[in-house]
């Protein structure tokens, strides 16, 4: 049973709002002013980004909410400015039909969440509460609650069987040969997709950005699995290079090299479709898919 907190709140929110809204943007809206109004800074003394790598860890729910941000929201001021967040912009934003969607959603959620009083639950549901003051007291909360989880809480029972499973997969037929360890391979700092995709390609930039807040757990995995199956990730990493080089040579498109190289897993791996654009948004990450491109 899962539970109420900041990633399955924005996973019931984001896909109410009118428009294509991405994660880190949208997440960016609703804490921003937050951070922005509280001076806040991350662990190195420096103003706090929202970028993709903090989103992902906690859309994976691999990284609670920061402390310093959790501190201030006892605050009036900081309770004020979550009230017209709702008020002001998420209210306004709604989809035509979806406000009650997202409504009945998260009312179901936080009545089976058993981490939640029944107190809360009351106040949290209750109509005749203004639906501003409801939604700033369920957002305290979901800021507050524990977003980290051990079980990889991103793991619904759809894709549950796909990733673990299917990831396994696609490791063991796509490279055999033995290598000690890759975990000092897999510490560099990626370069996000967007800086490599061209900005008005709209519908490849939202399927990646959908699939690539797998980036994470996909590079835990490969880690986990180089121990136990002895795969080779590198020789992984070259052949998906050497595919797309041979596809961009061939003078095909960003959209058309991201089909063909998930058409080239699902056919060598047999792995559904779905996992196999994971693996894709995986490496283009992570750099084996295209290419920066320079401003």
Sequence with gaps: ???????????????????????????????????????????????LIIDFDLTSKWMTRKRNINSKIQLVLNKQKVVTIINNIFKNDI??????????????????????????????????????IPAT??????????LQAENKTEDRGWLTNLYRGSIEDEVKIVLDKLAQDKRSDIKK??????????????????ELIDK??????????IRDYFAELEGVNDSNFDKVAKHIRKQYEGLKKAGLSQDSIHDNMTDMIVKKTSASRATCEKIVAF???????YDEITK
């Design 1 to 47: 049973m899962d539970t109420l907190c900041f990633a399955t709140f924005v996973d019931i929110l984001r896909p109410c709002l009118e428009g294509k809204v991405g994660k880190t943007k949208f997440i960016e809206r609703l804490l921003q002013p937050i951070i922005e109004s509280e001076n806040i800074l991350n662990e190195k003394g420096e103003p």
């Design 91 to 128: 209210f306004d934003s709604f989809d035509v039909g979806k406000e009650q969607d997202f409504l009945n959603n998260l009312h179901e959620l936080i009545n089976q969440d058993s981490t939640i009083t029944d107190t809360k639950k009351s106040q949290f549901t209750d109509l005749t």
């Design 133 to 142: 003051d409801r939604m700033t007291n369920i957002f305290i909360h979901v």
């Design 185 to 202: 391979e897999l510490k560099y700092t990626p370069t996000s997709f967007k800086n490599k995709i061209e900005e008005d390609n709209h």
């Design 208 to 217: 990646v950005e959908y699939n690539v807040i797998y980036y994470y757990v």
């Design 283 to 289: 490496f283009i990450q992570d750099c084996e898919v």
